[in-house]
């Protein structure tokens, strides 16, 4: 906490009498914002009220202490030097209406406002001099009858004073000062029209330039636009030719793909070409040796074995079975959605028809529910299906066993887990009989 010194100190008036003021003298503080708090050392017998004077010299201001009207409300005379203070404003001085004397010099003020002076109609002695001053508001002396003394000189457009007891015929009358001031002050006025105008002007020229460059940016859009439709309208009619070619292409191979199925057709149907038999219990079939054994490895193997054999035996085979076998390597005929497909599945991997199986496989991998998941799930450990079984798996799980997680093990064991569903079966059905 600053610690401030009061004494007294005398001062002369305008009449050159000697006048006794109390005075606090503030010097290197920092005031800060808002309530600036120190402590005051007074006289004996004299307090805050007895204080006629305030004096800062080389002090940092945030802001004037305006809460110094009330600290000290019976001040006369203030005096700033040589310190930052660059505001001062009406607030600041307004309770001090018995003022008689302001001195900021050697500050940072640019600016006085008209009303600064308003309340404080006794003022004799006013001095700015030494401070950054630019523009002054023309009414601010009004109403101050008792002014003898204004001080602007040294200011960044003032240089003039005014002395009521200097008599010499060039001095600067009161008359001169305010119409300097009223003149700076239009000129002022007039330069920041003119500076508003110009930065109006800059405005609407960006606008301008802003618009322009839209404008630009849209129609060089627009060319982009218009270049990229151009070269895909090129690219689609490009396409299009080749699509036509392809639809040509495609047709003529369709025409001589109808005329080769046609002949296939003749040969495969006319009995003394086929020069191999092949028995299904108790049924014959006769079929072209080199067309099977191209569609089967196995068959290939078993002939490969015996190159004079004219007949081959098929055990473990249905005749419903084989005849959809037979369909599909004759005449490339799918199987219905009806057919067994588990055991066109089975067949078709014992005798290695790949195609025939990855279609039965399609089809039990749609048509899987819990009433055939269990015999798929062993065909698939048989044939090593992982596609198959983790779905028939996945099906016992959820439909068999949804209160507790099986062992993944067991997807592995069919035989198993038959023995644990029908347990679970046999247990359910316990419960719920009387």
């Given at each position: ?8 100190r005398?001062?002369?008036?305008k009449?050159d ?11 290197n ?11 005051r050392?007074h ?8 204080v006629?004077?305030?004096?800062f010299?080389n ?6 202490p305006?809460?110094?009207?009330k ?12 310190s ?15 003022m ?11 600016h006085?406002?008209?009303?600064l002076?308003r ?20 009414d ?10 204004v ?8 240089n003039?004073c005014?002395?009521e007891?200097?008599?010499?015929k ?10 300097e001031i ?6 002022k ?6 500076n508003?105008i110009?930065?109006?002007e ?14 630009q940016?849209?129609r ?5 636009m ?7 309208n090129e690219?689609?009619?490009t ?6 070619l392809?639809v ?14 046609k002949?296939?057709?003749?040969i ?6 086929k ?8 049924r014959?079939?006769?079929v072209?040796?080199?067309l ?26 249905k ?13 490339g ?12 599945y ?11 199986s990855?279609i039965s496989?399609?089809y039990?991998?749609?048509?899987i ?6 015999e ?17 798996f ?10 507790r997680?099986l ?26 009989e009387?």
């Amino acid at each position: 906490m600053a610690n401030i010194e009061c004494e007294f100190r005398y001062v002369r008036d305008k009449d050159d009498n000697k006048e006794l003021l109390y005075e606090c003298f503030f010097d290197n503080q920092k005031i800060p914002f808002g309530n600036f708090v120190f402590e005051r050392q007074h006289l004996e017998g004299m307090t805050d009220k007895d204080v006629t004077s305030v004096e800062f010299t080389n002090c940092d201001f945030d802001a004037f202490p305006k809460h110094f009207q009330k600290l000290f409300p019976k001040v006369t005379h203030l005096c700033i030097r040589n310190s930052n203070l660059g505001n001062i404003s009406r607030k600041h001085i307004t309770l001090w209406r018995k003022m008689i004397y302001i001195s900021i010099e050697n500050c940072k003020l640019k600016h006085l406002k008209g009303n600064l002076f308003r309340d404080l109609v006794d003022l004799e002695y006013i001095s700015f001099a030494y401070n950054e001053i630019e523009d002054i508001d023309p009414d601010i002396f009004k109403g101050l009858l008792f002014l003898n003394f204004v001080d602007l000189r040294r200011n960044k457009n003032f240089n003039l004073c005014f002395d009521e007891d200097d008599d010499d015929k060039d001095a600067c009358t009161m008359d001169k000062l305010t119409r300097e001031i009223f003149s700076l002050h239009q000129r002022k006025q007039i330069q920041l029209q003119e500076n508003k105008i110009k930065e109006l002007e800059q405005k609407l020229q960006f606008q301008e330039n802003f618009k322009e460059l839209l404008e630009q940016q849209g129609r060089n859009l627009m060319a982009e636009m218009e270049k990229k439709n151009l070269e895909q309208n090129e690219k689609i009619k490009t396409l299009e030719e080749q699509i036509q070619l392809q639809v040509l292409k495609i047709s003529k191979l369709e025409k001589d793909n109808w005329r080769l199925t046609k002949q296939l057709d003749v040969i495969m149907a006319e009995p003394t070409l086929k020069d191999f038999t092949i028995q299904i219990e108790d049924r014959i079939f006769n079929v072209h040796k080199t067309l099977f054994a191209s569609q089967s490895p196995v068959i290939a193997e078993m002939l490969k074995n015996n190159p004079d054999v004219q007949e081959l035996k098929l055990k473990d085979l249905k005749v419903p079975i084989f005849e959809v076998i037979y369909e599909f390597i004759i005449h490339g005929k799918l199987p219905g959605i009806e057919a067994d497909h588990l055991e066109n599945y089975a067949a078709a991997n014992r005798l290695k028809i790949d195609e025939l199986s990855k279609i039965s496989e399609k089809y039990l991998l749609d048509k899987i529910n819990e009433n055939n998941t269990l015999e798929i799930l062993v065909l698939s450990n048989k044939f090593k299906n992982d596609a198959l079984e983790q779905k028939s798996f996945k099906i016992i799980q959820s439909k068999f066993f949804p209160e507790r997680k099986l062992n993944n093990e067991l997807a592995k064991q069919p035989e198993k887990l038959k023995k644990l569903i029908e347990a679970k079966m046999i247990l359910e059905k316990e419960f719920r009989e009387p």
